[in-house]
């Protein structure tokens, strides 16, 4: 079965979203806290309406598991950023009300079924408000397989010019980047195994969102002799996916032993791995599984490689 409707709408609407999120950023955002702790900026909300608009007006019996949703955005006190988001709504989709814009955030409110869409509006909104790396990441799963994954970084840099990099990936069919900005798509593939000066690993900048000394030292025991390049978001995945670097490791941290990974962290820089000619996993070599709910109740920590250092990098974590 063939995806390019799918594969059209997603990169259409995360090319809309990303041109959002960097207006927000060059506009300075502020973050909001989110029942959790964890941050949430106009962005992540705009990011969000933008797409479920866009999959909703092309696919309406979809469901769609994003990673907000506006119960927050509808308290009376919050009626400023509610105006703020609309309006940068408006400036892609002109004449949007608050009412539209809080109505698609919340068609993000899907459940885990035979065929979904994840979507992480802005994924690493830490990276975003530090002006450093962030993603916004859309996959389309079925039957438990990630079928089709759109991951925009729009502040990848890009050689002679604007920062901006699309990583698209169809099952079967492998994995693409192109700039943001425009221009004909590239085939991208994993680092070789002669390719020693790309044998680095990135990890997330977040301390509190992994293992780093373990990670570190499972690094050095496959052969790693740099330092990690610490990079937040998805992004990582796209990095693995276009050789720059060898592996991506993201263990449990001791900090929040009960934490479970989230599909939208997972199931668009997967894809793009996958098809790049690398391998993800868990830290035991499970496949991640997209199948059962929006946690990853049956895998713990992520390793993504390669592929030519996968299984010893199995090996060293099983002794570590
Ligand atoms: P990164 O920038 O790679 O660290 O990923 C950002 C993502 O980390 C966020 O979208 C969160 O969902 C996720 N996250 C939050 N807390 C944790 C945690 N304790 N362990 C792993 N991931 C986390
Ligand atoms: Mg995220």
């Known amino acids: ?52 608009k866009a999959l909703e007006d092309a696919f309406p019996n979809q469901p769609v598991v994003g990673e907000e949703d506006a119960i927050q955005l509808r308290q009376p006190e919050m009626v400023e950023v509610l105006t703020k988001v609309t309006n940068y709504v408006r400036k892609l989709l002109p004449g949007a009300t608050p009412e539209q814009v809080t109505g698609w955030i919340d068609r993000g409110n899907g459940k885990v079924g035979p065929r979904y869409w994840t979507l992480d509006p802005i994924d690493g ?13 859309l996959a389309l799963v079925e039957d438990g397989e990630v079928k089709l994954g759109v991951l925009a970084c729009p502040a990848m ?5 604007q920062p901006g990099v699309l990583y698209v990936a169809m ?19 994993v680092a070789s195994r002669e390719d020693r000066a790309n044998f680095r690993f990135v990890e997330s900048v977040e301390a509190s969102h992994g293992d780093q ?25 796209g990095i693995v ?16 032993p009960d ?19 690398g391998r993800v996993t868990d830290m035991y070599g499970k496949p991640l599984n997209f199948a059962d709910g929006t946690k990853m109740v049956n895998n713990r920590g992520v390793v993504v490689s390669n592929g030519v ?11 570590s």
């Open 241 to 256: 996916a276009s050789g720059q670097a060898a592996l991506y490791l993201r263990l449990p941290s001791p900090k929040s």
């Open 157 to 161: 840099p890009v050689e002679g010019e």
């Open 171 to 189: 099952r079967g069919e492998g994995a693409t980047m192109v700039p943001l900005a425009g221009g004909e798509p590239r085939s991208i593939h």
């Open 213 to 237: 000394s373990r990670q570190n030292a499972v690094a050095k025991a496959v052969g790693i002799k740099a330092d990690s390049v610490r990079v937040d978001s998805q992004a990582k995945y």
């Open 259 to 277: 934490y479970r990974e989230k599909i939208w962290d997972h199931a668009a820089g997967a894809i793009v791995v996958e098809e790049a000619g």
């Open 309 to 319: 250092i996968h299984d010893r990098v199995l090996a060293a974590l099983q002794e």
């Open 1 to 52: 079965m063939s995806y390019d409707r799918e594969k059209q709408v997603a990169i259409e609407a995360a090319v809309a979203a990303a041109k959002l999120c960097q207006q927000v950023r060059r506009d300075i955002p502020e973050a909001i806290e989110k029942k959790d702790k964890s941050p949430v900026t106009v962005a992540d909300y705009g990011s969000q309406a933008v797409i479920c």
């Open 125 to 137: 909104t830490k990276g975003f408000l530090r002006q450093d790396q962030y993603a916004v990441a």
